[in-house]
């Protein structure tokens, strides 16, 4: 006889949580406004605990409390609470704004080249895959070069920035929950890929309702709080899959993150290329290089084999030349790729995987 499956209330795993008492307020976590991003999926629950930067290591106890009094809930076999750190909050002395006063620039968000940011232990390189504008097909670009450089013998590492929309999941068919070794995320593996994205902690249903700090904390815990590489593991390069934009996830990347270089992705026509030209004169600022561009969408080849330009032509191998970068590629509009990436299946051949093939040799042979 099959067992049906058990229905997690969740007001009963906030019951529980709230039986949880906050440190500092002295009320229940729930009550407590620290449980965010709730998931519940089938048998499985977790949340984002986010806290002061200062109060981190006090907290400890209470993440593991907090997945003790999960796993109590009826249909609950498996619990994650991921303990994240939010900015210090401004001090003594700090001028409040009133209407007609001047904001000072903030010296943390001032854009120049990042006197913090550095490499995650045995990582080779950082490449991160950027456009301006949303829905030119950065993820698909993003995924398929790192299976590119897998393909060609690379150690590959994937890191999906864009905490607002996660597709990485999704687009490597994977599923699961990462679990923790001495307080840091071990990240999943699929394809011959590391792999880490907000995706795997919080339900990919539910809306990513955050302000700007709570985002930019969960991604410097994405970067410096998972176990990406060892000296027994070394990895040779992780691409990070930034959201579109120029915004708190790209200045907190910049700034935390030392970037060897940046893959800027636009589909030809002017729209995207407006706010393709905006990232890069974002990452201009920073510092940090252009490595290249590559143009998505680029064509779509009909029964005869001809090119159809249905986004215009040559757009994003224009804008390379000016700015003196090479077009590392033109990625057709292809049936097979769209479908690989619906269903969790990357295409490992074919006209599209050739593209990336090169594309990754390029970029690989960029020291």
Known sequence: MQDI???????RVLEMLNAVADPVSGKGLADAGLVQGLSLREDRAGFMLEVPGELVARYEAVRKAAERALLTVPGVKAAQVVLTASEPVPGPGVTRVRRGATIAPDPKAAMRPPETAETPDHVGRVIAIASGKGGVGKSTVAVNLALAMARAGWSVGLLDADVYGPSIPTMLGCDEEPNFTDGKL??????????????????????MIWRGPMASSALRQMIHDVRWASAQEPLDVLIVDLPPGTGDIQLTLTQKLTLDGVVIVSTPNEIALIDARRAVAMFGKTAT???GMIENMAYFA????????????????????SMGVPLLAEVPIDMALRQAGDEGRPVTSGPAAEVFDRAAAVLMGKR
Do not use: C, W
Request: net charge positive; charged share 15%; proline share 10%.
């Open 5 to 11: 499956p058990v229905t997690i209330d969740r007001n």
């Open 186 to 207: 071990n990240p999943l593996r699929a394809h011959g890929l590391k792999l880490m994205s907000i995706g795997f902690i919080v339900d990919q249903g539910s809306p």
């Open 289 to 291: 290089p252009i490595l």
């Open 302 to 321: 009909d029964a005869s084999g001809a090119q159809v330009p249905i986004f215009g032509r040559g757009g994003a191998a224009a804008e390379a030349r």
